[in-house]
């Protein structure tokens, strides 16, 4: 099988991340990415870290042509990890046409071109949301899939729909559905993580650009939940463990016969709570955290982590980092942007 992996999005936050881990299982990955959420440097960065050389194309996944000229390239690739997407949940409900033109047609051209050029492997980036406000805290693929309050949240939904009908349809596709929970922190190295646009909407980076001083204060939204203290609780997953699922997936769907779509939940299948956050945070980094609890941000879930053992058993994939190391990388990340 050729090691060649097409991999959109890949200088973004998971991506450029899973692009390292690919290198060290032996892949050879091919990024498309036109930076409208990351930084040319991060390509740099990604060959620093990997001591390789990485192929890459400056292309919107939307341009269907564009998006060929790699395939015509590559059409010996053994498969695509599909990461380009908008992600923002608040700002897809101000701009719901832009997420699904840019996450549903993003993915139509991805399987389009994936059928014409016989490509068979695919994993997707989906997301915990699609079990939405769920009866039980801890979900497993087999939870229920609801309805969606937010565009991007119904992209997700939809894009999975989408892969499952190509696959049923054509028979040839083999596909991986990976449902992240909360990814945060940085390469242990520094040199890699999240480069939030903007004012950060998630908690971790709102974290470290408070503690660098960028952002006043934190607002810890809502604190009368029935939760072990009262603020949400989620399932928190270092980045790089959230990188090695997608080898282990990729590896799964090339060795297991057959044409199938599989979902998978992907967490630590423990649950954290905001303020066991921002403690952990301060006691790792050895500082305080200017913070305030304020009222509950609407459409936030009260908890939810996963049921992870299907892909623990299926994909033998475990988690190595903590929640500790992912704050304490978070933070070092953090010192080294301007
Ligand atoms: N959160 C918070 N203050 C912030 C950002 C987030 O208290 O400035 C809380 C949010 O209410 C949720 C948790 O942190 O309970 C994780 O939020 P995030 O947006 O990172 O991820 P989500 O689980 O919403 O996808």
Redo the contacts with the bound molecule.
């Keep these: 099988m050729n090691k060649k992996v097409i991999v959109t999005g890949g200088a973004g936050y998971i991506g450029s991340h899973t692009v390292i881990e690919l290198i060290h299982a032996g892949f050879e990955p091919i990024i498309i990415d036109d930076f409208r959420n990351s930084k040319p440097w991060i390509i740099d960065r990604i060959q620093e870290v990997s001591d390789a050389k990485v192929l890459f194309y400056e292309v919107d996944c939307q341009d269907k042509d564009a998006v060929e000229t790699v395939f015509k390239a590559h059409p010996d690739a053994a498969g695509v990890i599909h990461f380009a997407a908008y992600k923002a ?1 608040g700002e897809s409900v101000d701009k719901p046409i832009a997420y699904y033109q840019n996450n549903v047609g993003s993915l139509c051209v991805i399987l389009e071109l994936m059928e014409t050029y016989k490509i068979q492997h695919f994993v997707f980036s989906s ?3 699609v079990y939405g406000e769920p009866k039980s805290p801890i979900v497993d693929e087999l939870t229920p899939i609801q309805k969606a309050t937010s565009p991007y949240g119904d992209t997700k939904i939809t894009c999975e729909k989408i892969t499952e009908f190509e696959q049923a349809s054509k028979g040839t596709l083999k596909a991986i559905l990976l449902r992240y929970f ?1 990814p ?1 922190g940085a390469h242990e190295s520094a040199k890699l993580g999240e480069l939030p646009q903007g004012i ?8 470290t650009q408070t503690a660098k001083g960028i952002r006043k204060e ?5 604190s009368d939940y029935n939760t072990i203290d009262g ?4 399932d928190y997953i270092h980045v790089v463990d959230l990188a090695k699922a997608h080898v282990a997936a990729l590896n799964y769907a090339i060795n297991k016969s057959g044409s199938f779509c599989e979902p998978f939940n992907l967490g630590t299948g423990k649950g954290t709570s ?1 303020l066991e ?1 921002i403690q952990t945070f301060e006691t790792v980094n050895n500082l305080k955290l200017n913070y305030k609890i ?1 009222p ?2 609407a ?3 009260e908890q ?1 982590y996963a049921n992870a053992n299907k892909a623990n058993k299926v994909l033998n994939w475990t988690c190595q980092y903590g929640i500790a190391e992912a704050l304490e990388h978070a933070w070092n990340w953090e010192k080294t942007l301007n």
Excluded: A, H
């Design positions: 949940v997301s915990c949301t909360n945060i950060p909407n998630n908690l971790v980076p709102y974290i934190l607002t810890v939204f809502g603020t949400n609780v989620r905001v956050i304020g509950r941000r459409g936030d879930v939810i």
